[in-house]
C-alpha cells in the first residue's frame, strides 16, 4: 500500500514569501544514504526521478511512497544546491484497508490518532469518525444509546469500560465491556460541558500537589462562582460607634463634714460637703460597626472560550 507525502502539490517559499522556483527534494530509505524510490500515483506504477524539483510556482507534484519502506529522510535545497532542511525517520503512513467495498482512505487515521484521543474543534455538530465528549451515551445499533449507536462504537466504548470504571453502563457493568456491548447496555462517555482540561496530579509522577484532589482519570473539581467563608476572608478590622444612651444624669449620695479620698467635692450656696455617685453595678455597651459588602458569590472563572470537544472512535 501506499503512504502520501504531506507536502505534496505545497508551495516552497524564502523568507520573503516568495516561491523558491527550482528547489530539489532528495528521499532517502530512513537511517540511509540510500536513494528511497517515490512515485506519481496511489498504485506505484509510475516512479518520479529523485529529487524532484518545484515547478514555475515554486509547487512539488504528488509524491507517494511504497509503506513496506517503512520509514523515509528527507533534504530539500535551492536549485543550487544550497541546503534549506532537512528531516530524518519519518514514517511512512499508509492507507486503512476497510476489509469490504469501501474504498480505502488516503492515509490511516489510527497511523495519526487512536482510540479515545481527543481534539478541540471550532464547531458543534456531528463529524465522521469522532463523538462529542458531553456525558451523552454511545453503545451497539440496538443499544438506543443518545450520542452515538452504531457499530463502529465499539472500540471507544471497550476503551472507556476499562479506563474509567466510574463511567456508567445503562442496566449496570456487566463482567465485560465485550458482555455488556453484546447486551447492548450504552455506556456514557465523559462529560467534559463548561469544563477546562487539566492533567493529573500524579501521571506517572509523585504527586505535584498543584490540584491534590485531581488523582483519577475523570476527576471533576472547580466551581463557576464561590462565596468566601469566614477563614477564607483576610484578617481585618472594623471601624463602628457605640450605642447612644441619650441625655441623661446619674444620682449621687451625699453626707456632710465628711472628708475621704473616695468622695467627691463639690461647692454649692450652703455648705461644703462630700459626696460619692450611686453604683450602676457591672454593665456592658453594644456597638454597631458600619456594614460593607453584598455578600454575593464572586466570578471564579477563568477567561475561556468555547469550542467542541471531541473522542476518537
Given at each position: 500500500?501506499?503512504?502520501?507525502?504531506?507536502?505534496?502539490?505545497?508551495?516552497?517559499?524564502?523568507?520573503?514569501?516568495?516561491?523558491?522556483?527550482?528547489?530539489?527534494?532528495?528521499?532517502?530509505?530512513?537511517?540511509?544514504?540510500?536513494?528511497?524510490?517515490?512515485?506519481?500515483?496511489?498504485?506505484?506504477?509510475?516512479?518520479?526521478?529523485?529529487?524532484?524539483?518545484?515547478?514555475?510556482?515554486?509547487?512539488?507534484?504528488?509524491?507517494?511512497?511504497?509503506?513496506?519502506?517503512?520509514?523515509?529522510?528527507?533534504?530539500?535545497?535551492?536549485?543550487?544546491?544550497?541546503?534549506?532542511?532537512?528531516?530524518?525517520?519519518?514514517?511512512?503512513?499508509?492507507?486503512?484497508?476497510?476489509?469490504?467495498?469501501?474504498?480505502?482512505?488516503?492515509?490511516?487515521?489510527?497511523?495519526?490518532?487512536?482510540?479515545?484521543?481527543?481534539?478541540?474543534?471550532?464547531?458543534?455538530?456531528?463529524?465522521?469518525?469522532?463523538?462529542?465528549?458531553?456525558?451523552?451515551?454511545?453503545?451497539?445499533?440496538?443499544?438506543?444509546?443518545?450520542?452515538?449507536?452504531?457499530?463502529?462504537?465499539?472500540?471507544?466504548?471497550?476503551?472507556?469500560?476499562?479506563?474509567?470504571?466510574?463511567?456508567?453502563?445503562?442496566?449496570?457493568?456487566?463482567?465485560?465491556?465485550?458482555?455488556?456491548?453484546?447486551?447492548?447496555?450504552?455506556?456514557?462517555?465523559?462529560?467534559?460541558?463548561?469544563?477546562?482540561?487539566?492533567g493529573l496530579d500524579v501521571m506517572?509522577?509523585?504527586?505535584?500537589?498543584?490540584?491534590?484532589?485531581?488523582?483519577?482519570?475523570?476527576w471533576s473539581g472547580g466551581e463557576?462562582?464561590?462565596?468566601?467563608?469566614?477563614?477564607?476572608?483576610?484578617?481585618?478590622?472594623?471601624?463602628?460607634?457605640?450605642?447612644?444612651?441619650?441625655?441623661?444624669?446619674?444620682?449621687?449620695?451625699?453626707?456632710?463634714?465628711?472628708?475621704?479620698?473616695?468622695?467627691?467635692?463639690?461647692?454649692?450656696?450652703?455648705?461644703?460637703?462630700?459626696?460619692?455617685?450611686?453604683?450602676?453595678?457591672?454593665?456592658?455597651?453594644?456597638?454597631?460597626?458600619?456594614?460593607?459588602?453584598?455578600?454575593?458569590?464572586?466570578?471564579?472563572?477563568?477567561?475561556?472560550?468555547?469550542?467542541?470537544?471531541?473522542?476518537?472512535?
Amino acid at each position: 500500500m501506499a503512504g502520501y507525502w504531506p507536502s505534496s502539490a505545497q508551495q516552497i517559499n524564502d523568507l520573503n514569501g516568495k516561491p523558491i522556483v527550482g528547489a530539489k527534494a532528495f528521499f532517502y530509505l530512513g537511517g540511509t544514504t540510500t536513494p528511497l524510490e517515490v512515485y506519481r500515483d496511489y498504485g506505484l506504477t509510475n516512479p518520479h526521478t529523485n529529487p524532484l524539483t518545484t515547478d514555475g510556482y515554486g509547487r512539488f507534484p504528488s509524491v507517494f511512497f511504497d509503506e513496506a519502506d517503512g520509514f523515509y529522510d528527507f533534504r530539500l535545497t535551492t536549485d543550487g544546491g544550497t541546503l534549506i532542511y532537512t528531516a530524518v525517520q519519518i514514517p511512512i503512513v499508509g492507507p486503512q484497508d476497510s476489509g469490504g467495498d469501501t474504498p480505502t482512505a488516503p492515509v490511516d487515521p489510527d497511523g495519526v490518532l487512536q482510540t479515545g484521543d481527543m481534539k478541540h474543534r471550532y464547531g458543534t455538530g456531528f463529524i465522521s469518525g469522532w463523538v462529542r465528549a458531553n456525558g451523552r451515551t454511545i453503545g451497539s445499533a440496538l443499544s438506543g444509546a443518545s450520542e452515538r449507536s452504531a457499530a463502529d462504537c465499539l472500540a471507544l466504548y471497550e476503551h472507556l469500560w476499562a479506563a474509567n470504571p466510574s463511567l456508567v453502563v445503562l442496566g449496570g457493568r456487566g463482567a465485560s465491556a465485550s458482555a455488556d456491548w453484546l447486551a447492548n447496555k450504552p455506556i456514557t462517555l465523559p462529560d467534559l460541558r463548561g469544563r477546562a482540561l487539566i492533567g493529573l496530579d500524579v501521571m506517572g509522577n509523585i504527586a505535584a500537589n498543584v490540584t491534590p484532589d485531581a488523582v483519577a482519570l475523570g476527576w471533576s473539581g472547580g466551581e463557576a462562582t464561590h462565596k468566601l467563608t469566614i477563614d477564607e476572608m483576610p484578617a481585618h478590622t472594623h471601624t463602628g460607634t457605640t450605642s447612644s444612651d441619650g441625655a441623661h444624669t446619674h444620682s449621687v449620695n451625699g453626707t456632710e463634714d465628711v472628708n475621704g479620698s473616695n468622695n467627691i467635692g463639690f461647692r454649692g450656696n450652703g455648705t461644703n460637703r462630700s459626696q460619692s455617685t450611686t453604683s450602676a453595678g457591672a454593665h456592658t455597651h453594644t456597638i454597631t460597626t458600619n456594614t460593607v459588602g453584598g455578600g454575593a458569590n464572586h466570578n471564579n472563572l477563568q477567561p475561556s472560550t468555547g469550542v467542541t470537544i471531541y473522542i476518537r472512535l
